[in-house]
């Protein structure tokens, strides 16, 4: 079993920053891709962004350039720094985690969870 715990919500004003870390713990060797989606009222979950342990990256279309996913192994975390952040970026924000590579736009194939924090961003 693979344990996934989010912290760093909050409250933001348009075009401010947030950083969100993600702590992974449990059997977590045999993780490969660790990813960011997100669930705003009313919307389908989506893709922010996944990161695999070879370190490719990929990101949904709406926060391309202004969201960094990283991760850091020895310390057993991942992060998405999120910049320039619009109101249309506020969501509850869960990191989840799968053994393969391919990750989805709506995350149905990811085998771990945490339990998501909030992030809204004021106009």
């Known amino acids: 079993q693979v344990q996934l715990v989010e912290s760093g919500r909050g409250l933001v004003q348009a075009g401010g920053s947030l950083r969100l870390s993600c702590a992974r713990s449990?059997?977590?060797?045999?993780?490969?891709?660790m990813a960011w989606y997100r669930q705003a009222p009313g919307n389908q979950r989506e893709l922010v962004a996944a990161?695999?342990?070879?370190?490719?990256?990929n990101y949904g279309d709406s926060v391309k350039g202004r969201f960094t996913i990283s991760r850091d192994n020895a310390k057993k975390m991942v992060y998405l720094q999120m910049n320039s952040l619009k109101p249309e970026d506020t969501a509850v924000y869960y990191c989840?985690?799968?053994?393969?590579?391919?990750?989805?736009?709506?995350?149905?194939?990811?085998?771990?969870w945490g339990e998501g924090t909030l992030v809204t961003v004021s106009s």
């Open positions: 990161i695999r342990s070879g370190g490719s990256t």
């Open positions: 449990g059997s977590i060797f045999s993780i490969n891709t």
């Open positions: 989840a985690a799968k053994r393969g590579l391919l990750v989805g736009a709506r995350g149905d194939d990811m085998d771990y």
